[in-house]
């Protein structure tokens, strides 16, 4: 193991499963761990996650070298799991983050489980902590840890990133706990979001709530005797990931003969845009017949968090959505929508990138978005890029065709300008979107964000901790 950081999150970089007595890693995907693995391989350190194992005995806890990281696994019980993660988590603060209080539901029990599990998290985290370790905590699962970490280590430095939106604070205090949120959130240094507005709102709600002086310029607020940093810092990838070579899908190759090609890549959440991505498609096909039997939209939608309720519901409607429109205006030959409900490797996606005309991004609120940036990164040929104007990641990629993804109409015109886009304007606009990608990449996102952070613990405590004649990390040097 080389660097001192230790790194927490709900989801780590793998689920493991339990299979006659060993265990079976399994890559996790989600855009916190694309951007946050290759960061850990970078500097070194500890991962200390929930693995998605349940288990109501804390003995069997496991801790492994992977990757030249150490994976710490944190087990949670039936009961934490319901309260914490599907209950408060993504039953209260993933809609409420997200614009969609008609989704919430508030359950005095599910935030105490929440409470718990922060404290429980942060229990383990101290004992991996040394002199000089950095300790970075991620997303809304565990916005209360570093309150708990500050309590009992008061000299420690924390580094926090929320991946998700942050609401205006008229919504964030619909909940009777935003201000122990907030609270929580501030026993860090340093905070990060993806972009401004979330980083204003969350200023706002600190002013408003906690009766704060803030400063909005610096993005500064002093608590408790401290200063505590606030910034916007959107993700980025690695770019070079999804440059390799990749086979094909078969059954794809045959799905695909001929055809223009829309794709889109989701998880199966409500906050994705799915219903709405489907209709304005149906507009499209209504609007332009010329086009029926010689364009597909390949829908990758991927099962996510599936005792929820919503989710269940969800699920259903996106199906019966596409069968509608299926039934509607295909035949025995074409069927113009194909939902590939399940989960797809980091190879696959670079396949269905490449094969791909256009990539179509229709949340209706989305923290940032990655898959925006693996489709430019993947790509070898310019391809279009339909982006909903409601992620964060269309601050960025303002060369995409930027839509509304409250309008089927919008949705219907911008296919029709995808697939009918001359090369030379496509050309253009994919190369100003490929030159955000590499710009604004992994090690920009880590050193914009993290940078100081990292080098005073290079410069710390922290190099006593390191073995001699070990290299430092590129981006950070
Ligand atoms: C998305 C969000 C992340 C979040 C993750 C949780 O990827 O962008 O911020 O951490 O979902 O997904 P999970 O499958 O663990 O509920």
Redesign the pocket.
Known sequence: MRGNLLVV???GPFTIEENNGSLKYRPAV???VSAVLPAVKKIGGTWLAWAGRIAEKPAEVQAVIKDEFQFVEILLSREEVEGY?EGYA?GVLWPLCHLMPEKVRMYEENYRIYREVNQKFAQKAATLLRTGTLLWI????LALMPHFIRQKNPWQRIAFFW??PFPPVELFTIQPWAEEILRGLLGADIIGFHIDDYRENFLRAVERVLKLPVNYEWGTVYYNGREVLVKAVPIGIETKNFQKEVPEITEIEQEIAGLKIFLGVE?LDYTKGLKEKIQGFARFLEKNPEYRGKVKLLQVAVP??ENIDQYQTYAREVLAEAAKVNERFGDNHWQPIKILKRNYSQEELIYLYRIADALVITSLED?LNLVAKEYIASRKEPGVLILSKRTGVARQLNAALLVNPYSPEEIALKMKEAIEMPDTLKKKSFSLLKEQVILKNNEWWLENFLGKELRLMDTGFGKYYRKRGEKKVGAID
């Open positions: 999150s709900n989801r989600s855009g916190l993660y993504n991620h997303d809304y699962h991946h998700i998880r996510t968090r923290g």
